[in-house]
């Protein structure tokens, strides 16, 4: 069984700063892309940044020069740093996964249970 579990998230002021992390567990034979997403209160849940299946990097628009991706492939692990946040980056981040469980087995894709980041003064 595998599990995506993050954490970091919490209450900052407007410029201020959060790490969030995200680690997988369980089976896993090989991750094939893994990332942030965001869902504020009445909007689609969206991307924020992700390792793509090609190892490259993908950025939100809006968090570009604010977040910075990361990894730790020997923990099975991905970080978000965010700097200069805003009150619009208020939502719950929900961590994502590619992945082959087991040899033989289909890729399928997993969902951490989110963790809330609120910016607010």
């Known amino acids: 069984q595998v599990q995506l579990v993050e954490s970091g998230g919490g209450l900052v002021q407007p410029g201020g700063s959060l790490r969030l992390s995200c680690a997988a567990s369980?089976?896993?034979?090989?991750?094939?892309?893994m990332g942030w997403y965001r869902q504020a209160p009445g909007k689609e849940r969206e991307l924020v940044a992700a390792?793509?299946?090609?190892?490259?990097?993908n950025y939100a628009d809006s968090v570009k020069g604010r977040f910075t991706i990361s990894r730790d492939n020997a923990k099975n692990t991905v970080y978000l740093q965010m700097n200069s946040l805003k009150p619009e980056d208020t939502a719950v981040y929900y961590c994502?996964?590619?992945?082959?469980?087991?040899?033989?087995?289909?890729?399928?894709?997993?969902w951490g249970q989110g963790t809330q980041v609120t910016v607010s003064s």
């Open positions: 390792f793509t299946k090609g190892g490259s990097t």
């Open positions: 369980g089976s896993i034979l090989s991750i094939h892309a």
């Open positions: 994502n996964a590619d992945l082959t469980p087991r040899t033989g087995w289909a890729p399928s894709t997993y």
